[in-house]
């Protein structure tokens, strides 16, 4: 039975749901500074050139990333960290955009987790999958979803912390996430047909209806919820 949720489109100015998790189901994330380094490589791969170089001035080490940054072709809209799994979800400019990004970033995790753990081997449990989404509808249920969940997560790191959702409310900031789009689609509310939403904390936090069942295939495959 073929795997679903492999990306077979790979569509110029495309939004897609990036995913990933680790082999046997196995947790990726263990320590605290697992997830903020996750992320440090997300802010190399993805902020600003021009702030990149200003950067790589101070920490010389930061310079090896800029031939490889992709913040001109690629925009991250939202994102959350999970025990054994992420969530990303990115715009790319051109076709081959999120195989270029994913490769780098992947390759960067696994090599820094198998050597301050001292492990061989795979840590993902297969490439990366993703969903194209075209409704703009789905696209602001995507980032509800990712947002959510974090929250209700029981383990020793504070997941919560390791999502884009405080950047959407305001309480962090960073050049290398893009919540203005998704922040300009909400103040579309109403063509969207959301009815009664005062804000998007409010939307993500209070709305009634499941964005889980309403995104169905676009979220995770059955079995990686668990």
Known sequence: MPT????????????????????????????KEDCSVFLHYLKMYLSPLNELKQLSLLQPRASRFI?????????LLSFSLMPNHFHLQIKQQHCDTITKFMRRLSTSYVMYFNKKYRRIGALFQNNYKGVLIEDDSYLLHLSRYIHLNPLNIKSQINFSEFSSYPYYLGKKKASWINEKEILGY??????????????YQ?????????????LGTLTLEEDDSE
Do not use: T
Not at 67 to 75: K, P, R, V
Not at 202 to 214: A, M, Q, R
């Open 67 to 75: 031939s490889l940054n992709l913040s001109g072709d690629l925009s």
């Open 186 to 199: 909400f103040r579309s509310a109403q063509r969207l047909n959301l009815k009664d939403v005062l804000s």
């Open 202 to 214: 409010s939307f993500v936090e209070d709305y009634k209806e499941s964005s889980k069942e309403i």
């Open 4 to 31: 679903r949720n492999i990306v077979k489109v790979y569509a110029e100015k495309g939004y897609y749901h990036i995913y990933n998790r680790g082999v046997e189901k196995r947790n990726i994330f263990l320590e």
